[in-house]
């Protein structure tokens, strides 16, 4: 790595993008991500503007830019600059993006599933919502002895007359809305912040009792549904 910021080839030793070449589009494709592409990912997690994080990191906002687009070879002086004020190390730049490691599941990317636990295709989604509830799985399928659901009750929605038992414990937080809670011989009305823990033995059934619909995540171990 050349120990200040130089233009066009690299210096020996520095990490050299690789290529290929796309025989269908006569076109180069990248094999291994830049350290500007590097650098470009993580700001942008951060939701950093290049003139925020030029400021953190005490450089230029145009050098930031210059590397993000491969314009300029940082030095390494440089990048430790970078990687403290995005909280990293300067190994980051150099290494390979990590695969999914089923740690984070998006919001996008949550299965939907019906009151039995069945996996929704998009077609029958709709179908869950005009009862009013909807659950998704907000855990990944890595996890082995806890599940994480994300519910959605609209206004007058309810699990129904019937409580439900099952073996395990369970734990919830509201996040929206007002939701009523029935465990055993006792009512619960949980508004936004508020949890609560019960054994699942004890027989148990919500209600959403808000003028606005209610959305929690629960947490049951081991899985139920």
Request: proline residues 5%; charged residues 25%; glycine residues 8%.
């Amino acid at each position: 790595m050349a120990s200040s910021e130089t233009r066009g080839n690299a210096a020996p030793g520095a990490r050299r993008r690789v290529v290929a070449a796309d025989t269908t589009s006569g076109r180069e494709t990248a094999m291994e991500p830049s350290i500007g592409g590097r650098l470009s990912e993580l700001r942008r997690q951060h939701r950093y503007s290049i003139r925020a994080l030029a400021a953190r990191a005490s450089v230029s906002a145009s050098l930031i830019s210059d590397v993000e687009r491969g314009k300029v070879e940082p030095s390494i002086s440089t990048l430790k600059r970078l990687a403290h004020a995005l909280g990293t190390t300067l190994t980051y730049f150099f290494s390979e993006p990590s695969e999914p490691s089923g740690r984070v599941v998006r919001a996008s990317e949550r299965v939907a599933l019906s009151a039995t636990g069945e996996i929704l295709e998009n077609d029958s989604r709709s179908a869950i919502r005009t009862r009013g509830i909807r659950f998704e799985l907000a855990s990944p399928a890595e996890a082995e002895t806890i599940e994480a659901i994300f519910g959605h009750y609209e206004v007058g929605a309810s699990m129904g007359e019937e409580p439900v038992t099952h073996e395990g414990e369970e734990w919830g937080m509201v996040l929206q809305g007002r939701l009523k809670v029935w465990v055993g011989d006792e009512i619960y009305f949980l508004d936004p912040g508020d949890a609560i823990w019960f054994p699942s033995t004890i027989p148990h059934r919500m209600e959403n009792v808000a003028k606005e619909p209610t959305s929690y995540i629960w947490i049951d171990t081991p899985k139920s549904f």
